[in-house]
């Protein structure tokens, strides 16, 4: 895990960088949105980190938690982490997209299908990282959070569809679509693919991070109780 | 263009602090760890 950290993460700055560089300065404005389309190398990035990469791990693992024959508490730790920085991401999925519509639809927020659902997704997500807080025996606590992560997931794909199922001011997938077919070609394409690469490369940096801090928390509490037992036990001795 | 800058900023801004947190939440970890090892 050092290793993949240790390339994970100058990767992930070099690939953001230029990310950054490509959506600024190098790709042209858009046609109809003017230099606005540059938020574009930066908000569905972080939408598709959140709710396919970040939940979708969080729900993955929380199954394989679950099921008896994979259960393990790396499963656990691994949902924990994973939806911490998929949180992260939703906040920010929801502050790049109202700072993109405020100019372009004339408000900050609207109570649209995509947007309030992302929201509600968002706020799922903090009650289990509350939950999470909750005092438990931890196995009882993994058994309840991934439960918890499961009954949440249930919101991805009412996000994801909310713009075929609903009217909604917020527009469709521009690459994802029914017919495959991207809305957007050349430099532009090729800076919005980079931006998905660069930051899916920053979450699992972040994922692995957060993970090795969730396992050296837990080793420090049982050597720190392993510590009082001792001393308990050499108070016992002595008198 | 300052809405596109606003965006930006506000973004790396963010994603900086929150990696800048967990770099020094594991390196406090791994004291706390070795303290009570030892």
């Known amino acids: 895990m050092q290793r993949a950290l240790k390339i994970l993460g100058p990767t992930a700055l070099a690939l953001i960088v230029l990310d950054v560089i490509m959506g600024l300065w190098v790709t042209p404005p858009d046609e109809v949105q003017g230099d606005l389309v540059r938020l574009v190398y930066l908000h569905p990035a972080l939408a598709w980190v959140a709710l396919y990469v970040a939940f979708g791990l969080a729900a993955l693992s929380s199954i394989l938690y679950l099921w008896k024959r994979t259960r393990s508490m790396t499963f656990d730790r691994l949902a924990a982490a994973s939806v911490e920085v998929g ?4 906040v920010l999925t929801l502050i790049t997209g109202s700072i993109w519509g405020r100019p372009t639809w004339g408000v900050w927020w609207t109570w649209d299908a995509r947007l309030t659902s992302t929201a509600l997704l968002a706020v799922l997500f903090i009650g289990y990282l509350a939950l999470r807080r909750v005092p438990a025996d931890p196995e009882v606590r993994a058994k309840r959070c991934a439960v918890a992560a499961l009954f949440a997931a249930v919101d991805v794909p009412i996000v ?36 998905f690469i660069a930051f899916t490369t920053l979450f699992a940096w972040m994922v692995l991070m957060r993970f090795k801090l969730e396992e050296l928390t837990t080793e420090g509490e049982d050597a720190e109780l392993a510590a009082a037992i001792d001393a308990r036990q050499a108070e016992g001795v002595s008198s | 263009m300052s809405y596109v800058v606003t965006g930006y900023v506000v973004a790396l801004v963010v994603l900086a602090l929150y990696a800048g947190s967990l770099v020094l939440r594991v390196r406090r970890a791994q004291r706390r760890k070795g303290r009570s090892e030892s």
Not at chain 1, 87 to 90: E, W
Not at chain 1, 173 to 178: F, H, M, P, R, S
Not at chain 1, 180 to 193: D, Y
């Open chain 1, 87 to 90: 949180v992260v991401f939703t």
């Open chain 1, 160 to 195: 994801h569809f909310s713009v075929v199922w609903w009217q909604t001011l917020h527009q469709g997938a521009t690459v994802l679509n029914a017919n495959l077919s991207p809305k957007i070609h050349g430099s532009m394409a090729w800076t919005l693919l980079l931006s």
